[in-house]
């Protein structure tokens, strides 16, 4: 008897939890939903928003950076402006995450896992352009209006701990390393290659 009940209990817990698994839209839109309330104790900066988005809110326009992507929670295609996006940024799908190895205590820019394409320097350079003084930059090129809703998006995305963190395994994926220790002086480590462990 004990075995069945917890196997019910196993199967209830599976079940009930299944959408707290990823934030797809609707997550995504309470994010925005939560930004949209915090802007009524500032109308002037509310205005803006809207202005910039054309009277959309925060919350519609949460999802349009992985709509741009083709997701399918979006349940359409992507629109010309979200294409026009995607077109002028060839590292969008990189936008949402930075894979800093689970080791580190913050985010050191040029280690492991770090990007200049990364939610890190995605999120300076959509503060940068909202404040008008965006530098150029070879990857990362947004409007107003898209670093609104990209911003929208990926500060709901670095709340999840899979889009801010990695584990790194040796070469055999044994064991687990920092690669900041063991890829020291080899080219291009990180997610996507190997590293072997020196010592």
């Not at 979006?74 to 979200?82: G, K, L, N, S, V």
């Not at 209006?145 to 994926?173: M, N, T």
């Amino acid at each position: 008897m004990p075995h069945c009940i917890f196997a019910w209990a196993a199967l209830i817990f599976l079940f009930s939890a299944a959408p707290a698994w990823s934030w797809s839209a609707k997550g995504h839109h309470i994010v925005g939903a939560i930004a949209d309330e915090v802007l009524k104790k500032n109308p002037t900066t509310k205005a803006k928003v809207k202005e910039i988005l054309g009277g959309h809110t925060l919350a519609t326009v949460s999802v349009w950076a992985d709509c741009a992507k083709g997701f399918m929670y979006c349940q359409r295609a992507p629109t010309p402006e979200e294409h026009a996006y995607a077109s002028k940024n060839p590292e969008h799908h990189n936008f949402h995450y930075a894979d800093i190895p689970y080791q580190e205590n913050g985010y050191v820019d040029a280690s492991a896992g770090s990007a200049k394409y990364d939610v890190v320097h995605v999120i300076s350079y959509a503060v940068a352009v909202l404040r008008g003084n965006a530098p150029a930059n070879s990857d990362i090129n947004l409007t107003q209006r898209e670093a609104l809703w990209v911003l929208a998006h990926i500060v709901g995305d670095i709340h999840q701990p899979l889009h801010v963190a990695a584990l790194y395994y040796d070469k055999d994926c044994t064991a687990v390393v920092d690669p900041d220790v063991v890829g020291v002086g080899q080219p291009n480590f990180g997610i996507g290659t190997s590293v072997s462990e020196t010592t």
